[in-house]
């Protein structure tokens, strides 16, 4: 009898191990993280070699193909996706070519991610510049959106590049830099894959430092002159991130601010520099859950948060772990809702009166608003075409919404989402490109004025159209 | 069989079959294109069930409760790993086929045994009794589900369920007694 048991539970085993391989392999319906454009596409392929690469594009030009290039697809708008086309997946892509130490310098392939970087630099005592405050994202990915993070020293992800190598559509191999084929180098800055494949990428990194962090609760009045005054005029602050409340009973008045302060003695680093594991996922993700359903959930969390967050001041924590932050919790997987981003970009100065016009206007709304997060992004001489931040020092506001999919609910949140950009372009600001496609195409042309130059330059290096998404779909001309 | 050993592993079916009915749902509406699409998905099913009723009562009685349960629960742990890989509406006919004949299976065995079980006098309070303990676990699972979906993928709770399945195979299958 035992026997015979072994010998079903063994079958059941095959046939569990098969079916999650045969589950793995299941394409084409593509959909990327916002889950509202699942788009049929022709295949995947995925990249491997840079030379297989380069004899591949030149096949899939002769066919008349369409490539959409994707690494990890955080990016809400289908600008990894493109009906019909074929899907670079970058993924593999990812070996580390070349590491500097002394130099304080990486090259790696565009698939690798954050965390790969991470693990190999660590050791040395070395830290990434700027990145998002997620480790799961693809180099490549980032370069695409020119990204952002805590840092407040260093301006965005275009600051610390140093050079990348492209693979065009014609199939030839550029050296981009800002000597080299430099009119490239702010377009694939914030170019969504419309210029090429970025194949390596060479990255200036920093030393890894330790942090003191310093928590604090304010009214969102008193923020912009705490973060001048008290942050961005501290030599030794480096890394900030805040909250605003969304919470029914604090909404958009409450605050709480987070700043990572140089300890007075490196010399204890070693102690934290382990690099942290995200094993504190069930409570989050439970309040989040909560606050999704309803509005004493979002008190809840808010208040849970804080607390959470409180109880960490003071404590030690290196560059590397604060750029290594919880994700897993907000990963969501309800099949009849998703969750969407968006994030606005206000300049210092506007920020109190626009987070009130905010409130009006969203007390009005009914939008199912999670959480916003504050960074900030300083104004940088050298930037992207399609550039944020529009020659003025920026707070950005990530606001994480969620709703039902499908089209009715997609056309009321595009509602209340033009409104909101309305009124951030009133207030002199700017909103991100990741994301979903609720913006209007004049909204799109009125925070990025230069748009016109990027299409024209996308059409003058890739007159064929090989590189498409649905991002270029959408705004393209 | 014993009378406990049934009603456990009825509960278990119960609550997995809860737990992924709705995902199942939303699989047929999700590939299928319109409504009479959806609609035949579901025809199918009842149809299929209607006609294999009359088989499946004769097979009970030669081979006996027992054996058509196991096949039931292994058919229904593997047709959950099944489910995940399906991405064509044809694929779901053929689904949903194979659930209208195991359903069958399930729905005439459950009362066949409760029948050969049950005695005349007492029969009412007995099934009654049955119907509760089976119907609570079904309830869970249902509640459970609402919430499970935002933490789990639905093709893990498609696995989750295969494995469920298993777990009433074994209750069933352990030695003491046939029916």
């Known amino acids: 009898m035992k026997k015979r048991y072994a010998f079903v539970l063994l079958i059941y085993c095959i046939g569990f191990i098969a079916s999650l391989w045969g589950y793995h392999q299941k394409p084409l319906i593509i959909t990327d993280k916002g889950r509202l454009l699942p788009t049929k596409i022709k295949a995947i392929h995925a990249a491997d070699d840079s030379a297989d690469l380069q004899q591949w594009i030149k096949k899939v030009a002769v066919n008349h193909e369409k490539i959409s290039i994707a690494g990890m697809q955080h990016s809400q708008g289908g600008h990894t996706l493109y009906p019909g086309g074929i899907m670079l997946d970058m993924r593999d892509y990812d070996e580390i070519i070349a590491y500097h130490p002394k130099e304080k310098m990486i090259t790696v392939q565009s698939g690798a991610t954050w965390a790969d970087i991470q693990k190999e630099i660590n050791p040395d005592g070395l830290a990434v510049r700027v990145m998002q405050s997620q480790n799961i994202f693809t180099v490549g990915g980032s370069i695409s959106v020119n990204a952002h993070g805590r840092d407040i020293r260093y301006g965005s992800l275009m600051s610390t590049v140093k050079s990348f190598r492209l693979l065009t559509a014609d199939g030839e191999i550029l050296n981009v830099s800002r000597t080299e084929n430099n009119d490239l180098f702010p377009l694939v800055l914030g170019g969504y894959g419309l210029f090429g494949i970025i194949l390596d990428v060479t990255l200036e990194l920093t030393d890894d430092e330790l942090y003191q962090i310093r928590f604090k609760e304010m009214d969102y009045e008193d923020y912009p002159d705490y973060f001048r005054h008290k942050v961005k005029q501290n030599p030794k602050a480096r890394m900030h991130i805040a909250r605003i409340s969304v919470a029914p009973e604090s909404f958009l008045q409450e605050m709480y601010v987070k700043d990572y302060v140089l300890a007075d003695n490196q010399k204890l680093r070693p102690e934290y520099s382990d690099l942290d594991r995200e094993w504190f996922v069930a409570a989050p993700k439970f309040f989040l859950g909560l606050s999704r359903y309803s509005e004493w959930g979002k008190d809840l969390l808010w208040n849970w948060q804080k607390r959470y967050f409180q109880y960490q001041d003071d404590n030690y924590i290196t560059r590397n772990n604060v750029m290594r932050s919880d994700s897993k919790f907000l990963e969501y997987h309800n099949p009849n809702r998703t969750e969407t981003l968006q994030e606005y970009y206000v300049p210092v100065d506007e920020f109190v009166s626009y987070i009130d016009d905010l409130r009006d206007l969203l007390e009005e709304e009914d939008l199912n608003l999670l959480n916003i997060t504050v960074r900030y992004v300083g104004y940088d001489e050298e930037e992207p075409v399609l550039t944020y931040t529009h020659g003025e020092d920026m707070f950005a506001l990530v606001l994480l919404m969620n709703q039902e999919l499908g089209n009715k609910a997609t056309k009321q949140t595009t509602e209340v989402v033009r409104k909101m950009i309305d009124l951030t372009l009133a207030h002199g600001g700017s909103y991100y490109l990741p994301y979903y496609s609720y913006p209007s195409q004049q909204q799109f042309e009125k925070a990025y004025p230069r748009n016109d130059v990027f299409f024209k330059k996308k059409r003058r290096y890739d007159p064929h159209e090989v590189f498409m998404n649905l991002f270029y779909k959408e705004y393209g001309p | ?173 352990r030695k003491q007694g046939a029916v």
């Not at chain 2, 099944?82 to 194979?98: A, E, K, N």
């Not at chain 2, 659930?99 to 049950?118: I, P, S, Y």
């Open chain 2, 1 to 173: 069989m014993i009378y406990r050993r049934f009603v456990t592993a009825q509960s278990i079916i119960m609550a997995a079959g809860s737990i992924v009915f709705p995902f199942y749902l939303l699989l047929i509406k999700n590939l299928g294109e319109s409504y009479s699409q959806f609609g035949w998905a579901y025809g199918l099913f009842t149809l299929t069930a209607a006609l294999v009723y009359p088989f499946i009562g004769r097979v009970g009685d030669s081979i006996g409760d027992k054996k058509l349960l196991l096949i039931y629960t292994w058919s229904m742990a593997g047709l959950m790993l099944v489910i995940p890989l399906v991405t064509d509406v044809w694929q779901i006919y053929m689904v949903q086929i194979v659930m209208g004949l195991l359903g069958a299976v399930q729905k005439n065995t459950e009362k066949t045994f409760l029948a050969r079980d049950a005695e005349k006098e007492t029969a009412g309070r007995k099934i009654g009794s049955y119907h509760l303990k089976v119907s609570l676990w079904s309830a869970a699972g249902i509640i459970a589900t609402g919430y499970l979906v935002d933490f789990l993928t639905i093709a893990s709770l498609f696995y989750m369920t295969s494995i469920l399945y298993m777990m009433a195979s074994f209750v069933i299958w």
